[in-house]
């Protein structure tokens, strides 16, 4: 680590812990007590505790510690971290293989349509634990838990647009001889002891917000040792007095410090509920510039990191989700299972992405993690099967959520590829031919850039404007976008420029999915390279896709009428760009799907 990392450390740090551990911060509020609800839980018996404060330490040794803090923290892509930064660097190992391309992706775009489960589930359960404390002080305030939970979450939401981290030789012995000997009750235990887990993603999808370096030692130094400290209070408080296992983590509390404990708690369920509705913007914004949803409006909430965004129908779309949630379901523990089947498919997905990732490398270094993956493999099969067990109970809604969203995913990914296909088929926009013949058309003064899908073949705007005008500016630009399957491109990558005779260029701009794409910016790349032009006295022509001809016979007749719905409501060209409104000309294609 370089000077300059190290003077940040402390800053980094503190933000981590706000940021990055806050999820996985209030896993103790639920975690333990779920062992022991009825009526699916262990029956509450000194023999069965030993074990479970076991399994709860084993189990954020290997998964939290080892898996995410020493291992997938080094699988980063340029820095960045999620599971769509890992599925980049997994299609990268394997593009020549087209069967295991597909299976890889299809792994990836439905870990990313899990994690909107774990988005609704999260803010639901973490506020509801956390009023549930109340109860423990003023068991006749238990009627206004669902109220209040309600207002807090409201008011989470609406603040969105303004912006926003010897023990083990002990009870080693003591976890193996009780799934040895119990194995039934240990296969109930594991998914409560799984939600001792829930935030060890945001670990790795954070990764580019503070570094692998300020992660390890937060968790390590501070996060690790205080978590394993809650538990173990808990299991001694519940030793002691069993009556506590309806609440062990507001119990352990002297009863003056009672009340400060349910606001501290609180406050920090909002900070862990906003760290995921950040990751849900940051998850939607990356999907979007990976082609697997359409443009939508992000605003950015700060002038100096440019990873606060926020997307207005995100917002709005997970509160409603996340209010139903709770009126739904009403208390942490019925939430519980929900919560345990989105967080487990997701570490699962992650394990087999990272077991492709390992598997198709050509270092031997790292190959030599195949028996680790192994292992990581094993336990999380085995908590996802102890969740999935529990679909009844509430298991369904992650499912359904995730099953939604891969559809939606799927099928603009699936559309767009379609509509490609069909425009490459035309002779006329086929042909990368620049050299048109411009003779007998009309020259006007001034510069005009038209912006186009693909790198090849002529825009509809400029087809349009040459039928109809009959004419051509003295500079005309064909200019594409395309989103790289990387965090942020350089500027030296960042333009690929062509010129033509006749004043014709050919402009290909490249961003990342995490950069918002910046027309002034190339423009000024390219007159460094030669293009002539004035940014004042630019027109920009955007042509506005309408779907016709939609055929609802067969069985995805309506994939092919939600396709059509969400690109007529798509964001147009000019308000995505950004661009000037004085200077924007938007004519209408059709294209047939």
């Known amino acids: 680590m370089s000077a300059s990392h190290s003077q940040r450390l402390p800053t980094l740090l503190l933000g981590a812990l706000g940021v990055v551990f806050g999820d996985i911060g209030t896993s103790p ?86 994690f909107y489960g774990d988005a609704v589930i999260t803010p639901a359960i973490s506020v509801l634990s956390a009023v549930e404390g109340i109860t423990v002080a003023a068991p006749s305030l238990e009627r206004y838990i669902v109220p209040i939970a309600l207002v807090i979450l409201i008011g989470l939401f609406m603040l969105q647009r303004s912006g926003t981290a010897s023990v083990g030789a002990l009870f080693g012995p003591v976890a193996l001889m009780f799934f040895v000997e119990h194995p039934g009750w240990s296969f109930i235990a594991l998914s409560a002891v799984f939600l001792t887990l829930t935030g060890a993603e945001a670990l790795y999808a954070d990764l580019g917000h503070f570094g692998a370096r300020p992660i390890q030692v937060g968790w390590f130094v501070l996060v690790f040792p205080c978590l394993m400290l809650n538990y173990l209070g808990q299991g001694a408080l519940v030793l002691r007095d069993p009556e506590a296992a309806r609440n062990p983590f507001f119990l352990l509390a002297p009863d003056f410090l009672l009340v400060p404990l349910v606001i501290l708690a609180t406050l920090a369920t909002v900070i862990a509920s906003q760290a995921t509705i950040s990751g849900a913007f940051s998850v939607t914004q990356q999907a979007s510039r990976l082609n697997y949803l359409p443009r939508l409006k992000v605003l950015y909430t700060s002038d100096v990191s440019q990873g606060q965004i926020y997307i207005p129908v995100v917002n709005w779309m997970l509160l409603v989700a996340v209010l139903a949630l709770v009126i739904t379901f009403g208390s942490s523990t019925k939430l519980a299972a929900a919560y345990g089947v989105a967080v487990s498919g997701d570490l699962l997905i992650g394990s087999l992405l990272l077991m492709v990732a390992v598997l198709m490398t050509t270092s031997r270094r790292i190959k030599l993690l195949l028996p680790l993956m192994a292992v990581f493999l094993v336990l999380e ?50 042909s990368d031919d620049l050299d048109l013949d411009l003779s007998g058309i009309t020259r006007v003064p001034g510069v005009a850039v038209f912006f186009s899908s693909t790198r090849t073949g002529y825009p509809a705007s400029f087809l349009h404007n040459l039928k109809h005008n009959k004419v051509v500016h003295e500079q005309t630009v064909f200019m594409s976008i395309e989103f790289d399957d990387v965090p942020r491109v350089l500027d030296d990558e960042r333009i690929e420029l062509q010129r033509r005779d006749g004043g014709i260029y050919r402009l290909v701009g490249h961003f990342g999915y995490r950069e918002d794409p910046d027309i002034r910016r190339l423009l000024k790349l390219a007159r460094r390279k030669g293009l002539e032009i004035n940014l004042d006295d630019t027109s920009y022509f955007t042509s506005k896709p309408v779907i016709v001809s939609v055929s609802r016979r067969g069985v995805f007749g309506w994939r092919r009428s939600l396709f059509g719905w969400m690109m007529q409501n798509s964001p147009t060209a000019a308000s995505y760009f950004r661009l000037p409104p004085n200077r924007v000309i938007e004519l209408g294609s059709q294209v047939a799907v």
Not at 57 to 71: E, N, P
Request: with cysteine.
């Open 29 to 114: 509020l639920y975690a333990f007590k779920e062992a022991f609800a009825q009526p699916h839980g262990l029956l509450l018996t000194p023999d069965k505790i030993f074990p479970v404060l076991s399994m709860m330490f084993w189990a954020i040794t290997l998964i939290v510690s080892i898996k995410y803090v020493l291992v997938i923290l080094r699988f980063d892509n340029r820095g960045e971290g999620g599971v769509l930064a890992l599925l980049s660097n997994v299609l990268a190992l394997v593009r020549d293989r087209p069967r295991m391309t597909w299976f890889v992706s299809v792994l990836g775009i439905f870990a990313a349509a899990l």
């Open 381 to 430: 099969i085995c908590f996802f099967a102890a969740n999935i067990s529990k679909v009844f109970e509430g298991g369904w809604f992650p499912l359904m959520v995730a099953s939604i969203m891969f559809t939606v995913l799927t099928t603009w990914r699936r559309g767009m590829e379609i509509m490609r296909a069909r425009k490459e088929a035309s002779p006329r926009v086929a």
